[in-house]
């Protein structure tokens, strides 16, 4: 056994008692296995890295009771001396965000090299050597010279390497990885994944895994604790709770994965919010927003029973005590019945076409800001959004979708093509002659934090788009439309007079979708509507804008990275790489035969839940290119596996596939050309 | 017209006289005061009003702003006595000249400490006997009831007593009705406190200098209440010539851009560039040439409020790069861009998305900027080109204790006076400056 938690609880001393963060939880770790601790934000995860790293904040932290033994020796009792001698050479943890976690004025060598002369009391020589074999372990190419570079050269799949090798320059024996891709790509937490597999095979290092992401669960955990309200409410070995999940929160929250099934059902969700810290209700904790309560939950504080071997659960559904247990596990597990889904394609009519669109943003440099190049952000992409459906645009980041999205509603003006609506070329328009178009498209951003202002009321910020475009003839009338409206998208009416920190992420949104409703627009743009909120609440906002499409018939083009959601959501799809669109069609087309490589590597690097679905995997190497600098011919050849001459020459023609599909590749152009001749034939 | 005027100020026995600075004084009051009003309708005004309120530390800061305040304006009320037989009128006075009437007219020859009975300098006197000696002389206006003067400290814990008497009773009495009306404790405890200081000063002040005389033998607790107009005229005015100017830059050069952006941060490095005392001096100096013989009053207050429009232009240039800079930040996060989506015109995002989401940062800075430019002030007096040497402020004090500082015994209490006013002014600025701006920021509100 290599590290025993048990009974652990760790309070924050805030005004209103103590937040009881992480409230009794046990679990061990043995040596070279992987534990994946699963839960939404405020779950209490992350706390639990803290304690065990003993990092917690002082002096509002503090343990309120249990013990963190690390190979037999209680890190609580240890003087603080001895604590940090374990700390980089007994267990190294990694963070989520490689960007800030590197400290950005000292070379990366600098860095590594701390832990290797303090723990391991090498000479200088000798950690300059250990060094560079460990930034090799890691797979950084080159790494005498990276030695010497800062982390802003480096990419952020690059940094969270160094930061595993920082983490692993000790060979600790427990590594603690916070959320560790879940700032980057997905082919990119390919790599990282993989890596991470690898230097555990090499080294038996045991690491504590801690994630929200069921898909990197299934694909790299061993054993998985969930967590609820600071409390373990399911602990088994991976296969088991993908495949019998017990707990009832377990079940809701593999249930709300969007995902290509799900498409006829709609996703199950579950309503409310984790309870705050410092006032968890009396009986079961999850006892709100459980769709099998029974009145005992109320009273009865549920512990972890054994349910099957190495599976415990913590509910009275599997309490023998409890007689009144009406609801068996199979009920708990009863997925929503399907139901027709309203496909309003028929109509066939494009609601907005985009020709050879380009943005471009000049590089200036010296004095006399001469331009010295171009960021070619959006490079010539040609798109037709039909009314009433959903285009999925698909992409890693940096690959200029969001920037596609806001020259589409001239956020950002192109700088060439044309976007047309309604005959009307709005790229032609002025500030002035734009305004009545405004009403009809809009937009929804990521950040439910900062797209909304701070310092003005629910009801202004709704109002505000009607008064602008004269909707509603008095301030009355408009305040009525503001209170149907919030009721549309499931929120009190009485929220207009408060402000919206006063709201959770997905309350926010719900504000965000409020405001775009009010001036009944056509066509909404989602960027990333969904990615900054917990599972559970994006699959409530996903139900609500498929809800609002089919009552209200509106257009979505959604911008995202996650696959699952657009299998779910979207009728068609389009892949971007570098500023142009690599391949599109209808979902299904796309994601049952991807074309493009690109395409290909991009969907078998999701973490699958179910990891025998997937095939075999493509793993791309490198990084993105710089869209200021792209890669002569096919920008994607650097990276491609089926690489050939020609795609170093010259860009591929777009090449259909039928009539709905179409990539831009040179695999399929002879293809194409015997498609063709067969209809001429 | 005229005369009948000149007549009815003759039946009063005074003129009102109204300078420069009065002016802007009564127009900040009365544009504060509108926008009171008007504020106080908005829900969201009220509850930030109401957090306010809910603060001690801020409204008790508040109570002892109101004081200097309403030292200020008694300060402000202008007139010149009239009388037959000067029916222009005499030298021009304030209220607070004529409150502190028994003070003004207490002047000794020079220098005496606090509490002092006899003069700070050695003089050749002549004995009764024809002797010439040469000792400190009596003072001629504080203990002069005292036969002996070694029996001050009981004479004076006598007044203490006294004071504490009359304060406690009238104190008291306010404490009660406070506490009647059903106002907060705190209130009425500040009201006894207040009442007290008030009444050991009276007390005290008839027949001793609280805080000694300066080289002209002035009384320098008169002094530091003259004062308190001028601290408050730079602090109030220069902060409201410089605020609207620095947001309007600033918000036009973050979110316009542009050329406007290259001509604004233009102008404001290059006013950076210049060292400011320098700036200040080459405008005072050329003011200087252009004022006209008058009434020393007149052309002093003329000087305070030229004073305050170079401080103003000298000191926007950092809060305009605060702002800029924010703006910038400002104009590329969602909710600016969702205002845009909508198209919400330029001026209005930046009046509804941007002002209030900087006001934060003028707030800081107003605040700041005040307690800078009160000290400012004695910086500028130290160099010669304050307010007018004639101009009772705390800078000139400083500026005079300077030279005094050198002396054995050392002459402190017109520093120590100017430091207690001025510490007393500045920190609950500083504190009431927080509260405010934590109640405005709905994010910190508590509910």
């Not at chain 1, 304690?51 to 002096?59: G, K, N, R, Y």
């Not at chain 1, 790489?577 to 979902?587: A, F, P, Q, S, W």
């Not at chain 2, 001629?140 to 814990?157: C, F, M, R, V, Y």
């Amino acid at each position: 056994m290599l590290l025993r938690v048990r009974d652990l609880k760790t309070y924050f001393r805030i005004k209103d008692g103590p937040a009881r963060a992480v409230d009794g939880i046990s679990f061990d770790i043995n040596e070279g296995e992987t534990l994946a601790l699963v839960g939404e934000s405020g779950s209490g995860k992350s706390v639990t890295a803290l304690s065990i790293m003993q990092l917690l904040p002082q002096p509002a932290g503090y343990y309120a009771g249990g013990s963190i033994e690390l190979q037999g020796k209680d890190l609580l009792q240890l003087p603080e001396a001895e604590k940090r001698k374990l700390r980089g050479s007994a267990m190294a943890m990694i963070f989520q965000e490689p960007m800030t976690s590197l400290n950005p004025v000292l070379t990366i060598g600098f860095q590594l090299l701390e832990p290797l002369l303090y723990h391991q009391g090498l000479t200088r020589e000798q950690a300059y050597v250990k060094a560079i074999t460990v930034l090799g372990q890691v797979n950084i190419p080159d790494p005498e010279r990276r030695f010497h570079e800062y982390p802003h050269q480096l990419s952020g799949g690059m940094k969270q390497r160094v930061m595993i090798a920082i983490a692993m320059a000790c060979e600790p024996k427990l590594l603690i990885a916070d959320e560790p891709t879940t700032a980057l790509d997905v082919t990119i937490q390919a790599q990282i994944l993989e890596l991470m597999k690898e230097l555990q095979r090499q080294k038996g290092t045991a690491i504590l895994l801690i994630t929200h992401d069921v898909g990197i669960v299934a694909e790299t955990a061993d054993r998985v604790a969930i967590m609820y309200a600071g409390r373990i409410v399911e602990s088994a070995t991976c296969k088991q709770v993908l495949a019998n999940p017990a707990h009832p929160y377990t079940v809701r929250l593999l249930q709300s994965l969007p995902s290509g099934e799900q498409r006829d059902r709609g996703l199950q969700t579950i309503e409310g919010r984790v309870p705050p810290a410092h006032r968890y209700p009396l009986g079961c904790r999850f006892a709100d927003r459980c769709h099998v309560v029974q009145t005992a939950c109320r009273t009865i504080d549920p512990v972890l029973l054994p349910i099957a071997e190495e599976h415990t659960a913590a509910c009275i559904l599997y309490d023998e005590r409890q007689q009144g247990r009406r609801i068996t596990p199979v009920e708990v597990r009863t997925p929503l019945p399907p139901r027709p889904r309203v496909d309003n394609l028929a109509t066939g009519d494009t609601l907005l076409r985009v020709e050879g669109l380009k943005v471009h943003f000049p590089i200036r440099r010296g004095i006399l800001k001469r331009i010295v190049g171009h960021v070619k952000a959006v490079d010539g992409v040609d798109l037709t959004i039909a009314k009433g459906k959903t285009l999925a645009l698909v992409g890693e980041s940096g690959c200029g979708k969001t920037t596609l999205g806001k020259a589409l509603l001239q956020l950002i003006r192109p700088t060439a093509g044309r976007v047309v609506v309604n005959g009307q070329d709005l790229t032609e328009l002025d500030r002035q002659a734009l305004h009545p178009y405004r009403r009809r498209l809009q937009i929804i951003f990521q950040d439910p934090y900062s797209s909304l202002n701070p310092r003005m009321m629910v009801g202004e910020i709704v109002m505000e788009g009607m008064t602008v475009h004269g909707i509603g003839y008095d301030r009355r009338d408009r305040e009525e439309r503001v209170k149907e409206i919030l009721g549309q998208v499931g929120l009190d009416p009485d929220v207009r007079y408060r402000y919206p920190h006063e709201f959770s992420g997905g309350q926010r949104q719900r504000i965000s979708i409020a405001r775009c409703l009010a001036v009944n627009p056509e066509f909404i743009v989602c960027d990333e509507a969904t990615s900054a909120l917990d599972v559970s609440v994006q699959a409530q906002i996903l139900n609500l804008l498929e809800k609002l499409q089919t009552d209200l018939g509106l257009t979505y083009l959604f911008i995202t990275h996650n696959l699952g959601v657009v299998e779910y959501l979207a009728d068609e799809v389009a892949v971007m790489y570098l500023g142009r669109i690599v391949e599109r069609g209808k979902t299904q087309e796309v994601f049952q035969n991807p074309r493009h490589p690109y395409t290909q590597a991009l969907l078998s690097a999701i973490p699958k839940v179910d990891p025998h679905t997937g095939g075999e995997k493509i793993r791309l190497t490198g990084d993105i290119p710089s869209p200021s600098t792209p890669p002569t011919g096919c920008h994607f050849h650097p990276r491609c596996v089926h690489v050939m001459p020609q795609c170093r020459a010259q860009y591929p023609s777009t090449v259909p596939l039928s009539a709905s599909h179409s990539t831009s590749c040179f695999l399929y152009e002879a293809d194409a050309r015997t498609v063709a001749q067969g209809n001429e034939i | 017209m005229g005369s009948l005027l000149q007549s009815l100020w003759l039946a009063l026995g005074f003129q009102p006289v109204i300078l420069w600075s009065d002016i802007l004084i009564y127009l900040l009051l009365g544009c504060g005061g509108t926008w009171l009003v008007f504020a106080l309708r908005r829900e969201d005004w009220q509850v930030a009003l109401r957090q306010v309120t809910a603060n001690r530390v801020a409204m008790i800061s508040f109570c002892i702003l109101g004081c200097y305040a309403a030292i200020g304006f008694l300060d402000t009320l202008h007139f010149r006595v009239v009388s037959a037989s000067t029916p222009n009128g005499e030298g021009i006075q304030s209220v607070l000249d004529r409150l502190s009437a028994p003070l003004v007219e207490r002047t000794e020859k020079t220098y005496s400490a606090p509490f002092a009975t006899h003069l700070f300098a050695k003089e050749t006197m002549q004995t009764p006997d024809g002797r010439q000696i040469r000792d400190f002389p009596r003072l001629q206006h504080a203990g002069t009831h005292l036969l002996n003067p070694d029996d001050k400290w009981s004479d004076i814990g006598k007044r203490l007593l006294i004071g504490l008497g009359w304060g406690l009773g009238i104190g008291a009495g306010l404490l009660l009705v406070i506490v009647w009306l059903g106002h907060r404790l705190w209130f009425g405890v500040f009201l006894l406190v207040a009442t007290l200081v008030v009444t050991e000063t009276v007390v005290l002040g008839q027949s001793y200098h609280i805080f000694g005389t300066d080289k002209t033998g002035q009384d320098v607790l008169y002094l530091t209440l003259k004062s308190v107009r001028t601290g408050l005229i730079i602090g109030t005015l220069t902060t409201l010539i410089v605020t609207p100017f620095a947001i309007l830059c600033g918000i036009l050069a973050g979110y316009v851009g542009g050329w406007i952006d290259d001509v604004i941060q233009y102008v404001y490095s290059t006013l950076d560039s210049i060292p400011e005392i320098l700036l200040i001096a080459a405008a005072m100096l050329i003011f200087q040439v252009g004022l006209r013989e008058e009434e020393t009053i007149i052309s002093a207050d003329k000087r305070l409020i030229y004073l305050c429009v170079i401080m103003g232009i000298t000191s926007w240039t950092g809060l305009c790069r605060l702002i800029r800079a924010e703006v910038l930040k400002l104009r590329e996060i969602e909710y600016v861009q969702a205002a845009d989506a909508f198209g919400v015109s330029r001026g209005r995002i930046m009046l509804q998305h941007l002002v209030p989401n900087v006001m934060h940062i003028v707030l800081i800075s107003t605040v700041l900027r005040f307690s800078g430019l009160v000290l400012a002030e004695a910086v500028l007096a130290y160099v010669g080109i304050g307010v007018d040497p004639s101009m009772q402020s705390w800078g000139n004090m400083i500026n005079q204790a300077r030279l005094e500082l050198a002396r054995d015994p050392v002459v402190w209490w017109n520093l120590f006076a100017a430091f207690v006013f001025m510490l007393g002014l500045v920190l609950p600025a500083n504190l009431f400056g927080d509260a405010v701006r934590d109640a405005l920021d709905p994010r910190l509100r508590t509910r």
